[in-house]
């Protein structure tokens, strides 16, 4: 029976500016690199309350990396959404949807280096 969630993969061409953008521009922690026995480059993040880990996978063998409009996307909750997005158009990374107001959220999207989408989160506080 499954227990939970692990990790998440996402194959990249360019590993060290993928691995720079999580790091930097998100926030994640880099817990561990190594080279699987195939010959994959893999680099593995998490988010500094997360359990969850994120798996960036280098691995030319397999093709180019192609990744589809709206096909997949990563969700991330921040504390304050409008600094969150200051910092990261001042790193290069502008929103490319949002900010929206949800019932009791705001939510944005900004697009991660080769076409993944990253959604930020800002959920209302309790009064």
Do not use: W
């Amino acid at each position: 029976m499954i227990k939970k969630l692990l990790h998440t993969r996402y194959r990249v061409h360019d590993l060290e500016k993928t691995v720079s953008f999580y790091k930097d521009v998100l926030g994640l922690k880099e817990l561990r690199r190594h080279t699987s026995g195939r010959g994959s480059h893999l680099v593995f993040l998490k988010a500094p309350e997360g359990d969850e880990e994120i798996e960036i996978c280098k691995f030319d063998q397999s093709g180019p990396v192609a990744v589809g409009p709206d096909l997949t996307h990563l969700a991330f909750e921040v504390d304050d959404l409008e600094k969150f997005v200051r910092e990261a158009a001042a790193k290069g990374y502008p929103l490319s949807d949002g900010p929206h107001s949800t019932g009791n959220s705001k939510i944005a999207f900004i697009d991660a280096p080769e076409g993944y989408e990253i959604e930020l989160i800002e959920r209302a506080t309790k009064s």
